[in-house]
């Protein structure tokens, strides 16, 4: 199993640029989820997914669209970026049920620069 | 929404002493308490975690400690090691699923 895999592992962006970082898992888990960590922070939720078809907001979701169209995969896409989305993003995977809580798995990371 | 707050934010320690990180949080509804460690550019990983309905849980170095009544866990590490050193972030999932809020983290540093 190769996890939760992310690409890129960096990018820089320009203001105003659009683009989609991507996210995949093989452990056929139904959460997913996309943090941001900025220098001396914790993780902030912003967007998550507890099956194909269906996502939710986080705590921080402006300027981040995302889909689920399949299990696998959970892109992030930013709009149009600014310098205020210069951090590292990380995504996650979980098993999921109601009213349960689990392990959450995370990838390695994409670290993103926005000029 | 759920707030948690982790102290101290850095903390140093001497080869084989103990160490202990605090988190409150604010939401009673809060059933789920996961620790992560977190290397210099590496990934956050579970260590440790605890659920609500149970008070303390160990495992070999490392224990954690839950008061629901005052809201607040504790993650204990004993006979720290140099590899011990990292970042460590509490979390807590304020509903019954997997959104998790996190502390801001505290920086541990084991000196040899």
């Known amino acids: 199993n190769a996890g939760v895999t992310q690409t890129p592992k960096f990018q820089v962006l320009k203001t105003g640029q659009s683009m989609t970082l991507q996210c995949a898992q093989d452990?056929?888990?139904?959460?997913m989820s996309w943090y941001r960590q900025d220098p001396g922070m914790g993780l902030r939720l912003i967007h998550y997914?507890?099956?194909?078809?269906?996502?939710d907001q986080g705590e921080v979701p402006n300027g981040y669209n995302v889909s689920r169209s399949t299990t696998e995969d959970f892109p992030l896409r930013l709009l149009s970026a600014a310098p205020s989305q210069t951090s590292v993003y990380f995504c996650?995977?979980?098993?999921?049920?109601?009213?349960?809580?689990?392990?959450?798995?995370f990838g390695p990371g994409t670290r993103l620069t926005v000029t | 929404g759920e707030n948690v707050e982790q102290h101290p934010s850095t903390l140093s320690v001497q080869e084989g002493d103990s160490a202990v990180i605090k988190c409150t949080y604010s939401d009673s509804a809060s059933n789920y308490f996961p620790w992560y460690k977190q290397e210099l550019g590496k990934r956050p990983q579970l260590i440790i975690d605890i659920r609500s309905n149970v008070g303390e849980k160990k495992d070999q170095r490392i224990a954690v400690t839950l008061n629901k009544t005052a809201k607040h866990f504790s993650l204990h590490i004993t006979e720290t090691q140099p590899e011990d050193s990292a970042v460590y972030f509490c979390a807590a999932s304020f509903n019954a699923g997997n959104m998790l809020t996190f502390g801001g983290g505290t920086r541990l540093m084991v000196k040899p």
């Open positions: 996650a995977s979980s098993l999921y049920s109601t009213g349960s809580s689990y392990e959450q798995y």
């Open positions: 997914s507890v099956g194909a078809g269906i996502t």
């Open positions: 452990m056929n888990h139904e959460y």
